[in-house]
């Protein structure tokens, strides 16, 4: 037999080299690790020397389909795989590094991996998150704590003959912790989580993604009681049937596979699927019906008492200053999903520590705020004298016509420090309570708000710049919703003639189709909603003409008017006769 010299490696050589896929086989002995290339690298032997190891290195040549043998040559050393399996270092770091990259998208051997789930396992409670960390959201909360018990206690279940769930769909927001309940559902009821994303599961071949929802479900029965998450569900779970691309394509297949799947299991065997989407009216029908995923759980944004729960989990960690108020804070942050409040509660310990501070104050928390509504400070943006005074005149007439406008909603500051991407200057609009409808007159005040900066750029100026094209996008927007969604024109009655497909996105309303004559009639009314808010804010300004120029001077020297001020100052703001006439229509 021909004999093959054995060079040595570095034990990093051998490392890039698996994460190449050079490798043919490995030998793994007590002290040595020898392995051959593949013939098309030369087929060389090398030997590198071991390092503690651990069971990273042995599932990562075995998912690469590395083929590999463990030599017992030393029994006293090497008892062997046991030994390999116990120790630990900083190996465990390398190569659980290795494995991550290998499961993760692309990595080493994805080739060889295609057809498996690539699904994140989290092991028994290592999710590491129980309910106590998810908060204002109690209903949902309420409802998958059932879904503890059928995990924890199936057999009460099962006995009085009851058939379990199959699945659970978390619908609602973005940002809003669908995946951080389902991560306390399997941290409270301690059994492992196996977690994918939707598109996860496509890849451009077909035939892969139903392959991964197999691997996926043949995974967690092994491993029941469990649980599936599949995050974004509707990036597979896309209605059939409106496919322009024909039928038969790669994520229909997956979807097929997945509603088989979940056909094939019975919630009796201790594997829950929760799914979470925020477009479940997409879903395709098939996977809502009773036996698929049988019930699905609002996760909503939170009410003020529900922010301050957030609040509370998010700065049990940070230090806080005695001035810190978070019902202020809750008060301020209408609209806010739990990641957004978590990002806040962030941002507001950043800038404390990067103050050199020891406790997060309510200076910083009212800074991060700014900072996540409107960017980042730009001191250094320099403007021309005019431009300032442009900026400033703007923002206070938006702070006028708002004053006057009802809707509880406070004008909070003013300021015309320019901060993130386009904004030279900013009015802060803080509503006093939460809430869920809008009142016709609210709607006209709100886009005669919008409309202020423009008006007052006009009447002192007599010219208009290019500053309120954000205002006139979102006046605009809003005033066809009224036409066409929220039926409030007199002359078309209450019709939809647009329908939001996206009910926790923005952005996704599409137009039925209309006549010609109406679709004229509802750009005559958009302008007219439009006009008319302009008109009125025109009014309101130059009814205070005076006051809009002191208060743009006192603007322009302090940069930013808030508080006592600035509200003493608002409370002069008189509201003209006509603005009664405009607030009914
Ligand atoms: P979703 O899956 O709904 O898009 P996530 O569950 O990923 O949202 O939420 C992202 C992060 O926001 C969480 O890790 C958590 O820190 C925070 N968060 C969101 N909602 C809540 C909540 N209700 N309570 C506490 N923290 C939350």
């Known amino acids: 037999m021909k004999t093959q010299t054995i060079s040595q490696a570095t034990y990093n050589t051998f490392i890039n080299e698996i994460r190449a896929n050079k490798i043919q086989q490995v030998t793994i002995k007590s002290r040595w690790i020898e392995y051959q290339l593949k013939a098309e690298f030369g087929g060389q032997r090398y030997r590198t020397q071991k390092h503690d190891s651990d069971e990273n290195l042995i599932s990562v ?5 590395i083929e590999f043998s463990l030599v017992n040559d030393n029994s006293e050393s090497t008892n062997s795989l046991v030994a390999m399996l116990l120790s630990s270092g900083l190996l465990i770091g390398a190569f659980a590094w290795l494995a991550k990259l290998s499961t993760e998208n692309g990595g080493i051997g994805v080739g060889m991996r295609m057809g498996k789930s690539n699904a994140r396992v989290y092991k028994k409670s290592k999710t590491g998150i129980s309910f106590a960390d998810v908060a204002g959201v109690d209903e949902a909360k309420q409802e998958l704590q059932e879904v503890v018990d059928f995990l924890q206690n199936g057999a009460k279940y099962r006995q009085i003959g009851a058939k379990i769930p199959k699945g659970v769909l978390l619908v609602g927001s973005p940002g809003t912790g669908k995946t951080l ?69 790669e994520r229909e297949q997956t979807l097929n596979q997945l509603l088989t799947e979940m056909d094939g299991f019975d919630g009796n065997e201790g594997v829950i699927l929760i799914a979470a989407t925020n477009r479940p009216e997409i879903l395709d029908p098939a996977l809502r019906r009773p036996g698929r995923f049988d019930r699905q759980v609002l996760v909503d944004r939170p009410d003020k008492s529900g922010r301050i729960e957030i609040l509370k989990v998010h700065s049990r960690k940070v230090v806080l200053g005695e001035n810190v108020d978070l019902t202020e804070i809750a008060s301020q942050t209408g609209g806010f999903a739990g990641a957004d409040l978590a990002n806040l509660v962030n941002e507001a310990a950043l800038l404390a520590a990067r103050n050199n501070g020891q406790t997060v104050l309510m200076t910083d928390f009212n800074e991060a705020f700014e900072r996540v509504v409107a960017g980042l400070e730009k001191r250094s943006r320099v403007l021309t004298p005019i431009e300032r005074q442009t900026v400033a005149y703007h923002e206070v007439g938006h702070a006028f016509v708002g004053a006057l406008m009802p809707g509880g909603n406070k004008v909070a500051k003013i300021s015309i420090v320019p901060r993130g991407l386009g904004a030279l200057g900013y009015t802060l609009q803080t509503p006093e309570s939460d809430r869920f409808l809008m009142l016709e007159d609210e709607l006209r005040g709100k886009i005669a708000t919008l409309l202020g900066g423009r008006a007052a750029e006009k009447a002192v100026f007599n010219k208009v710049s290019t500053g309120a094209s954000d205002d006139i996008q979102k006046a605009t927007e809003l005033a066809e919703k009224a036409v066409t969604e929220y039926g409030m024109s007199k002359d078309l009655g209450p019709v939809a003639f647009a329908k939001n497909e996206g009910q926790f996105l923005e952005g996704f309303t599409s137009r039925r189709t209309v006549g010609v004559e109406v679709a004229g009639e509802i750009d005559r009314l ?55 006439t405009f607030l009914q229509g």
């Open 61 to 65: 040549l075995s998912r690469q389909n």
């Open 181 to 249: 309940l389902a991560k306390a559902v399997a941290g409270e009821a301690g059994v492992p989580f196996l977690s994918m994303s939707g598109s996860e599961f496509v890849e451009l071949y077909v035939g892969v993604g139903a392959s991964r929802v197999r691997d996926l479900f043949s995974q967690a029965k092994r491993q029941a009681p469990c649980i599936i998450f599949i995050d974004e569900l509707d990036a597979i779970g896309k209605s059939r049937g409106n496919n322009p691309n024909g039928g038969n394509d």
């Open 526 to 580: 958009v302008k007219q909603n439009i006009e008319q808010g302009y008109e009125i804010a025109l009014k309101i300004i130059e009814f205070n003409r005076d006051l809009l120029d002191s208060t743009t001077q006192t603007l322009l020297k302090n940069e930013v008017l808030e508080g006592e001020q600035l509200q003493t100052i608002l409370s002069l703001v008189k509201a003209p006769e006509e603005l009664k």
